[in-house]
């Protein structure tokens, strides 16, 4: 039953879409691009951060058991192994860390209001590099879960 919206949209919210955008223009990333975006891959690349996943197919397995939600987070239709690889594979991590970076700066001049952005940054910035090391300090965040407005 419909409480709320998603924990990970919430995450999602304080980052820079306009940058992000702007990025992907930059660097061709959705240039013959027909079903997986960027936007997509990193929202699929902050999900697995945010739950520690440490593989592509863990990845992939965690998608599918929630499968119904998926569109809710921003992950049209279903994501592929392969699909999730070649993404990886071929896209510049500049397009994910320009974002980042702008969240730092946005930190640095107000730190009150973007400590969440540069959290979700930092834990996006790690996956997109292909870091293979797990966050210790914090436990995996229930994403899937609702939550009252």
């Given at each position: 039953?419909?409480?709320?919206?998603?924990?990970?949209?919430?995450?999602?919210?304080?980052?820079?879409?306009?940058?992000?955008?702007?990025?992907?223009?930059?660097?061709?990333?959705?240039?013959?691009?027909?079903t997986?975006?960027?936007?997509?891959?990193?929202?699929?690349?902050?999900?697995?951060?945010?739950?520690?996943?440490?593989?592509?197919?863990?990845?992939?397995?965690?998608?599918?058991?929630?499968?119904?939600?998926?569109?809710?987070?921003?992950?049209?239709?279903?994501?592929?192994?392969?699909?999730?690889?070649?993404?990886?594979?071929?896209?510049?991590?500049?397009?994910?860390?320009?974002?980042?970076?702008?969240?730092?700066?946005?930190?640095?001049?107000?730190?009150?209001?973007?400590?969440l952005?540069?959290?979700?940054?930092?834990?996006?910035?790690?996956?997109?590099?292909?870091?293979?090391?797990?966050?210790?300090?914090?436990?995996?965040?229930?994403?899937?879960?609702h939550?009252?407005?």
């Amino acid at each position: 039953m419909y409480e709320g919206r998603f924990v990970f949209s919430q995450i999602m919210d304080p980052l820079p879409w306009h940058i992000f955008e702007h990025c992907v223009r930059r660097y061709n990333g959705n240039y013959r691009v027909r079903t997986f975006s960027c936007a997509q891959q990193f929202r699929v690349m902050a999900i697995a951060q945010l739950t520690q996943r440490t593989s592509l197919r863990d990845i992939i397995i965690c998608l599918k058991t929630q499968r119904e939600k998926l569109y809710h987070l921003g992950i049209a239709g279903g994501v592929s192994l392969s699909a999730l690889a070649k993404a990886n594979e071929f896209r510049s991590w500049h397009m994910l860390n320009h974002p980042i970076q702008q969240s730092r700066y946005a930190e640095r001049a107000n730190p009150a209001s973007c400590n969440l952005a540069l959290t979700v940054g930092q834990c996006c910035r790690r996956c997109a590099l292909n870091s293979a090391v797990p966050m210790q300090s914090t436990p995996a965040l229930p994403l899937f879960a609702h939550t009252r407005s």
